[in-house]
């Protein structure tokens, strides 16, 4: 299998970004995805930024993806879309069913996660429109993957949410403007305070959302560094790894040594454990409540 570096879900300033990539270039991953995927009023970088970025990034050996948004709201949304979509150097992940219209007949694409694709019916259809790989849902099981692959179209890979916060919901309200008593279109860009998204804990203190501006994510971090043999036999190509703001190179290098198999399993999921943000969680894999952590029931 593959490992590929996710889009950046984050707000973080262009500088670091950019010292970000350059590190990337040198980690052990096949695929880096870049571009903003959540927000529009995200404006760090511009498209001319993720270009540049990726031809850096090609020449150091890796395939680069450009992303586009998960939600389009306004002309302007659109018009970034299809300036992505129409880059005419990289290959391009659609997370909304309008990229993937305005990508036909353009080349092969990615059909994100945010595509929905739960029957090898709707993946027909991408396919038809020129998707080559596919990315699962976060919250689809292993059982759920491995049903969709079986009748999957000849030649298409399967991309699965392997590390990191998961990303649950994006609305046209902005979570932490509101928090902060703000309007979304006078939201001061706080999101920018939390590199790695805003944490929200129920009444009785569990640790239960985190907030990153429109997108809702989990509080625990998705960790399948223990299901890698599972994956591979759910049908499993490439999995994909989520950035967070520190170690994400030690996280990295994790995963390529299981992958490799001179990490074994529980070693790796003990490695992996202090370099990440929140307690680890895998339970849509296993087709329960997504806040579970399976592989510690298991282990215990």
């Excluded at 590929?4 to 270039?25: D, I, T």
Aim: proline share 5%; hydrophobic share 45%.
């Amino acid at each position: 299998m593959k490992l590929s570096l996710g889009p950046l879900l984050y707000y973080w300033p262009r500088e670091a970004v950019l010292a970000f990539y350059r590190e990337a270039a040198a980690w052990p991953v096949d695929t880096v995805y870049l571009g903003e995927t959540v927000c529009s009023r995200r404006r760090e970088l511009k498209l001319a930024d993720w270009l540049a970025i990726g031809e850096a990034l090609a020449a150091a050996g890796k395939e680069v993806v450009l992303s586009t948004y998960e939600l389009i709201e306004s002309d302007a949304d659109l018009r970034t879309m299809h300036a992505v979509a129409g880059n005419g150097a990289f290959r391009v992940e659609a997370n909304d069913m309008a990229a993937a219209r305005a990508l036909s007949g353009k080349g092969p694409f990615v059909a994100g996660p945010f595509l929905n694709v739960y029957n090898a019916g709707t993946l027909a259809l991408l396919a038809e429109l020129g998707a080559t790989r596919w990315v699962a849902p976060v919250e689809l099981s292993r059982e759920g993957i491995s049903a969709v692959v079986a009748e999957a179209p000849a030649g298409m890979e399967t991309e699965i949410f392997a590390y990191g916060r998961l990303p649950l919901a994006v609305s046209a309200r902005c979570f932490t403007a509101r928090y902060n008593n703000l309007t979304k279109d006078h939201c001061e860009f706080r999101c920018i305070e939390h590199p790695d998204g805003l944490a929200l804990d129920t009444q009785d203190g569990q640790h239960f959302l985190v907030l990153n501006g429109v997108q809702t994510q989990s509080a625990s971090v998705q960790s399948l560094v223990s299901e890698l043999g599972p994956a591979r036999a759910a049908g499993a190509n490439v999995l994909r790894l989520s950035p967070q703001s520190r170690r994400m190179g030690d996280v990295v290098a994790v995963f390529r040594e299981a992958l490799d198999g001179t990490l074994a399993p529980r070693d790796a999921a003990a490695r992996l454990a202090p370099l990440m943000p929140a307690d680890p969680c895998d339970g849509y894999w296993h087709g329960q409540p997504g806040i579970l952590n399976l592989a510690k029931e298991v282990a215990a």
